[in-house]
């Protein structure tokens, strides 16, 4: 499976506040992708700095691979490639992972651990709280089993 280090952390915080993982309008694969990694944090996943297994089925992915779709939440609205591309980068930067690194998902969820809080002024989406994204990413690793509940 591969997957951008973003994709991750949105599942693992929207885990956390209890979101249920349903079929998007965009026709992603998010819904797929999200109980697979959460029932096997063994499973190991390559981290990329491209379109991944969320983006499949997406109608905004590209045959060239690009995301054609923007952040509508910002006026004007920038590229959702550029973005992701640049959350991405800082997010490889910060947690000191290669791009394209082969590891579980157990594993990438420990490197990110060891980040929170911290993790959450980096990658936490324009316009929403940095607080929920907090939240939502510790509860998710305490449910994940990554980190303990104090
Ligand atoms: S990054 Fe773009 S192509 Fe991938 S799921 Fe999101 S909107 Fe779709």
């Known amino acids: 499976m591969q997957l951008r280090p973003h994709h991750i952390l ?29 029932s096997n944090l063994d499973l190991k996943i390559k981290l990329v700095l491209s379109a991944d297994d969320i983006c499949e089925g997406c109608k905004h992915l590209m045959p060239d691979g690009k995301c054609k779709d ?39 969820l420990e490197i990110v651990n060891k980040k929170v809080p911290g993790i959450e002024k980096i990658c936490t989406h324009p316009k929403r709280n940095q607080e929920e994204r907090l939240n939502g990413l510790i509860n998710g690793l305490i449910k994940s089993g990554v980190r303990e509940q104090i």
Do not use: M, W
């Open 10 to 38: 949105d599942i693992i915080s929207g885990y956390g506040q209890g979101i249920k993982f349903q079929p998007h309008p965009y026709g992603h694969s998010l819904h797929i992708v999200a109980p697979k990694l959460l």
């Open 70 to 108: 923007v952040l509508a939440q910002l006026k004007p609205s920038p590229s959702k490639q550029a973005y992701n591309d640049v959350l991405d980068c800082r997010l490889f930067d910060y947690l000191s992972i290669e791009i394209n690194s082969v590891i579980t998902i157990r594993k990438y």
